[in-house]
């Protein structure tokens, strides 16, 4: 545990110093895996798939915001889209676009989560996302996974249809967009996961601001169970055909992996290095201002061990 | 002489002006109708441009009944109740965002208080020492 401390310590006091870089890396990373997922999952763009072409994407997104990096796969997508029918792309514009309208206009630091979530779910463990966004959400961080499921079943819906799609005639245009809509419309295990995502973050968030020991993991396994048994559950009532061992096992995994970055991630403070510059009348000041650490002291027990000498 | 306590709060000010200061400073230059004026303004646009998105969505997927019938129904109890829809979404759009906002204008607000106390202070403590 002790080394795990001094790790975790040190991956700080390396964050701190090397801020400027390390973010643009990590947005960089980001950037190229998520391209590359999208490449690998609906490659009917062939020109897209060139490396050239999403390293420099990539690059350009490491020193622009967080959220140009999902405008820029939302383009990806659709001109893959379109690569496969104009319809097809429609669909997706028009339901980026109202998401956009109606929902992450008000809260742009949400939007990541559209692109993170699906992403999880190509991966299979969509839980570590929920279950993330439960720990440091708000309630109507509900409504963004909504939105990721969303998306990500519309990608899977014309991906695994994809051949039924091209193989209606390019006159049928309408009997095209409807099949699209009606597959959506009508996909209960979408609706399912809908329902228990949202309420698995609602309780990892509730939960989570208990004021008990432990509230965090006592969250995180709550959510676990709860997540698998509405997923079961779902699959009785709906016959939605969710098999079990992927979900027992993606959750467990993502539980791991929560409770791992609960402990690197969530715990640390990591607050930025500021580099500020002013003036008075008689200075010029260029203070690099670097966070303390505050680690709380840890509190003394004193043992007695008696023993009788006889 | 370098005064270390001015320093700290010139420090704390400056990285407040350069990170979420910066937000706060545009919302607190609106006086607070003005700011929800202009936004609940802007969700009504944006409300329309969803709703003329959702309408071409539901127009082009009944596009062939919508054919059929065209000639039988009442179009203008058909236009009375896209107009009832148009105005039942733009008033709960309004409503959502105008929530949003006034919250939002708040918070800037409350956080730009901090920030302004940390300004009187860097200037009272200017004075103290130009008396000295």
Same mark, same amino acid.
């Given at each position: 545990m002790t080394t795990l401390l001094e790790l975790r310590e040190n991956l700080r006091n390396f964050y701190s110093k090397y801020e400027i870089y390390i973010t643009p890396f990590l947005k960089f990373l980001l950037a190229v895996i998520c391209l590359y997922a999208i490449n690998l999952n609906l490659g009917y763009m062939s020109?897209?798939?060139?490396?050239?072409?999403?390293?420099?994407?990539?690059?350009?997104?490491?020193?622009?915001?967080?959220?140009?990096?999902? /405008?820029?796969?939302?383009?990806?997508?659709? #001109?893959?889209?379109? #690569?496969?029918?104009? @319809?097809?792309?429609?669909?997706? &514009? !028009?339901?980026?676009?109202?998401?956009?309208?109606?929902?992450?206009?008000?809260?742009?630091?949400?939007?990541?989560?559209?692109?993170?979530?699906?992403?999880?779910?190509?991966?299979?463990?969509?839980?570590?996302?929920?279950? !993330?966004?439960?720990?440091?959400?708000?309630?109507?961080?509900?409504?963004?996974?909504?939105?990721?499921?969303?998306?990500?079943?519309?990608?899977?819906?014309?991906? %695994?249809?994809?051949?039924?799609?091209?193989?209606?005639?390019?006159?049928? #245009?309408?009997?095209?967009?409807?099949?699209? /809509?009606?597959?959506?419309?009508?996909?209960?295990?979408?609706? $399912?996961?809908?329902? #228990?995502?949202?309420? %698995?973050?609602?309780?990892?968030?509730?939960?989570?601001?208990?004021?008990?020991?432990? !509230?965090? *993991? /006592?969250?995180?396994?709550?959510?676990?169970?709860?997540?698998?048994?509405?997923? &079961?559950?779902?699959?009785?009532?709906?016959?939605?055909?969710?098999?079990?061992?992927?979900?027992?096992?993606?959750?467990?995994?993502?539980?791991?992996?929560?409770?791992?970055?609960?402990?690197?991630?969530?715990? $640390?403070?990591? *607050?930025?290095?500021?580099?500020?510059?002013?003036?008075?009348? @008689?200075?010029?000041?260029?203070?690099?201002?670097?966070?303390?650490?505050?680690?709380?002291?840890?509190?003394?027990?004193?043992?007695?061990?008696?023993?009788? /000498?006889? | 002489m370098l005064n270390e306590e001015r320093i700290k709060l010139m420090t704390k000010t400056a990285a407040y002006e350069e990170n979420e200061g910066k937000k706060n400073m545009a919302i607190g230059s609106y006086f607070r109708s003005d700011y929800l004026e202009l936004h609940v303004i802007q969700s009504l646009l944006y409300g329309t441009l969803a709703f003329l998105v959702v309408g071409a969505m539901v127009l082009y997927y009944r596009f062939e009944t919508f054919l059929q019938d065209i000639y039988k129904m009442d179009l203008l109890q058909f236009g009375k109740d896209i107009l009832r829809y148009y105005i039942i979404f733009l008033v709960v759009n309004a409503v959502i965002s105008y929530i949003v906002y006034s919250v939002r204008y708040s918070r800037a607000k409350r956080s730009l208080k901090r920030y302004y106390n940390n300004l009187k202070k860097l200037s009272a403590l200017y004075e103290r020492e130009g008396k000295r």
């Open positions: 020109r897209l798939g060139n490396p050239v072409i999403v390293l420099v994407v990539a690059l350009m997104c490491s020193f622009l915001p967080f959220n140009l990096i999902v /405008i820029v796969s939302a383009m990806f997508v659709l #001109a893959h889209l379109y #690569a496969l029918s104009l @319809e097809s792309a429609v669909v997706a &514009l !028009a339901l980026f676009l109202l998401l956009f309208l109606l929902y992450f206009r008000f809260v742009p630091k949400d939007t990541l989560v559209v692109l993170l979530l699906p992403l999880a779910f190509a991966c299979r463990i969509p839980y570590l996302v929920v279950f !993330a966004i439960g720990l440091v959400g708000t309630p109507v961080s509900v409504i963004s996974v909504a939105c990721g499921v969303i998306v990500y079943y519309l990608i899977d819906f014309i991906r %695994t249809n994809a051949s039924a799609i091209s193989s209606l005639e390019a006159d049928n #245009a309408i009997g095209k967009f409807r099949f699209i /809509i009606d597959g959506m419309l009508g996909n209960k295990p979408m609706l $399912v996961m809908i329902v #228990a995502f949202g309420i %698995t973050v609602l309780i990892v968030y509730l939960l989570r601001r208990l004021s008990v020991d432990y !509230a965090w *993991t /006592i969250a995180l396994v709550a959510g676990s169970v709860t997540n698998i048994v509405l997923l &079961l559950v779902g699959d009785l009532m709906f016959d939605t055909k969710v098999s079990i061992a992927p979900v027992l096992f993606g959750t467990v995994i993502s539980f791991l992996l929560c409770k791992v970055f609960q402990f690197f991630v969530f715990n $640390v403070d990591y *607050t930025r290095t500021e580099y500020v510059q002013f003036e008075d009348d @008689e200075y010029y000041y260029y203070v690099k201002a670097v966070p303390k650490n505050s680690v709380p002291k840890q509190k003394k027990t004193v043992k007695k061990i008696t023993s009788v /000498i006889e | -």
